[in-house]
């Protein structure tokens, strides 16, 4: 069994940067975030394999926001640059516990953090 402890979120102004954290308390396959505007589904943002750190990023987040983590500390982060409203969310960090499915389907994930809250003014 892993938690994941999720850290970060706000509210911040079109354009601005937001970071956020995801401890989790043991290894992982792979991690990711998710995140769900109200009334919508949960789509994926971005994800990381732990074994060579390989990424990938939903098209609308492309180019904005990063994924790096911190082997040590069994952390990982969300950068988010550049921040537009559409990007509004509750976002949620994931982890896999093994390989069982594709980084952007939620059902690829055993784990999940509590959700934060990101709000993008206009």
């Known amino acids: 069994q892993v938690q994941l402890v999720e850290s970060g979120g706000g509210l911040v102004q079109a354009g601005g940067s937001l970071r956020l954290s995801c401890a989790a308390s043991?290894?992982?396959?792979?991690m990711g975030w998710f995140r769900q505007a109200p009334g919508k589904e949960r789509d994926f943002v971005a994800s990381?394999?732990?074994?060579?750190?390989?990424?990938s990023y939903a098209d609308s987040v492309k180019g904005r926001f990063t994924i790096p983590r911190d082997n040590a500390k069994n952390t990982m982060y969300l950068q988010m640059n550049s921040l537009k409203p559409e990007d509004t969310a509750v976002y949620y960090c994931?982890?896999?516990?093994?390989?069982?499915?594709?980084?952007?389907?939620?059902?690829?994930?055993?784990?999940w953090g509590q959700g934060t809250q990101v709000t993008v003014s206009s």
């Open positions: 994931a982890a896999a516990g093994y390989l069982h499915g594709s980084s952007w389907s939620a059902r690829a994930y055993d784990y």
């Open positions: 990381v394999r732990w074994s060579d750190a390989s990424t």
């Open positions: 043991g290894s992982t396959y792979r």
